[in-house]
């Protein structure tokens, strides 16, 4: 297996992003279309928070409906982004190791790394890139 490699090899450039402003029903319709299960929260390009589909799931039934209709927003409508999303966050810069955010994925409870250059978001990187990552080297 390779050594040394920086993670900016394997994250995702082209990051689906929410901004503060924006609201948890426009998070769901971004979570469906993308086919994505995290979403960094962004004020003027700077990360802010990251919100999972497992923080939507928590305050709906989002689950329980079908794809296909409507989500009865009221729900979302109780809650703002930053209320919902994460705000203690881990990041890692682009330069950093595959290793080291295997590390660190591997030790906390969350599935995603916003990778950031400063407070600025430059990438994210999930458990889903670093298994593909893995698949490759065989």
Not at 37 to 59: A, C, E, F, Q
Not at 102 to 123: M, N, R, Y
């Amino acid at each position: 297996m390779k050594q040394k490699v920086p993670v900016s090899t394997i994250m995702t450039k082209n990051v689906v992003k929410l901004n503060l402003s924006d609201d948890l029903t426009k998070a769901e319709m971004l979570f469906k279309k993308h086919h994505i299960r995290h979403i960094p929260v962004v004020y003027s390009n700077k990360i802010v928070g990251m919100l999972s589909y497992t923080d939507l799931l928590r305050i709906s039934f989002a689950d329980a409906i079908d794809d296909e209709e409507d989500v009865d927003t009221t729900v979302y409508n109780m809650f703002t982004v930053e209320q919902v999303m994460a705000k203690k966050l881990v990041s890692i810069a682009p330069d950093a190791t595959i290793k080291e955010a295997a590390q660190i994925l591997s030790t906390k409870e969350f599935h995603a790394l916003p990778v950031c250059e400063g407070d600025l978001l430059v990438g994210i990187v999930t458990t889903t890139d670093l298994i593909k990552y893995l698949i490759d080297q065989y």
